[in-house]
């Protein structure tokens, strides 16, 4: 890891929160939704087909509806797709939280993260952040460009100010994290199954540096 880093960005859902990433959570949903064992992939099926969609322009309870007509299923009148079916599932990553106030000491910080539409209010709301002021926040759902796609890692260095190798990007996915550096970024990947060991290591490197 070089020296010269000036910025950071964090990545949300399985860093800065603990979200569904590497738990259950995601087939407990659909036990919640009633989606029958023997259909489950058809409804990976149809998240899949909308998934570009839902992480720039589409609201996630745009869903509800396709899923009720295509397999019967019968929820609240006020069940929301975005709040019960995901925020209310995501937790604090204490692990995580003096690592970023440590970052927040020594650069400037923000977060670079694919979102549903109106999520991240709903995570604020939910009280599931550190109170630290992040320098920048790039969203999905409001720049209508998401990650692994190059032009979100290049509006993020114009919004921070700087280029390359003086950015490190912490995620959760190899896949974003590559994507970064073909930029020339430095990055880091956080393994949301062991946030403890994860967050050791990552404040030992940002301490270091």
């Not at 738990?23 to 659909?30: A, P």
């Not at 720039?56 to 069940?79: A, M, Q, V």
């Not at 190899?174 to 990552?202: C, M, N, R, V």
């Amino acid at each position: 890891m070089k020296n010269n880093i000036k910025f950071i960005y964090f990545d949300v859902g399985g860093v800065v929160i603990k979200d569904f990433s590497g738990t259950s959570k995601w087939e407990d949903l659909k036990v919640e939704l009633g989606i029958p064992q023997d259909k489950s992939q058809e409804f990976e099926d149809i998240y899949d087909l909308y998934q570009d969609e839902i992480n720039t322009t589409r609201e996630i309870d745009s869903l509800i509806p396709i899923y009720k007509e295509k397999f019967g299923i019968t929820l609240p009148d006020n069940y929301s797709f975005l709040v019960d079916g995901f925020v209310k599932r995501f937790e604090k990553n204490l692990d995580i939280w003096s690592v970023i106030q440590t970052a927040k000491s020594k650069y400037k910080i923000g977060l670079l993260t694919n979102m549903y539409p109106n999520m991240l209010s709903e995570i604020k709301k939910a009280d599931l952040l550190s109170n630290i002021e992040f320098d920048q926040i790039i969203d999905s759902s409001i720049e209508k460009v998401q990650k692994p796609y190059k032009e979100i890692y290049e509006l993020a260095e114009k919004r921070c100010g700087f280029k390359g190798d003086e950015i490190l990007f912490i995620d959760n996915s190899q896949k974003h994290l590559d994507s970064a550096k073909q930029l020339g970024w430095q990055i880091f990947l956080y393994d949301p199954t062991d946030t403890k060991k994860s967050s050791e290591e990552l404040f030992e490197l940002i301490k270091n540096v």
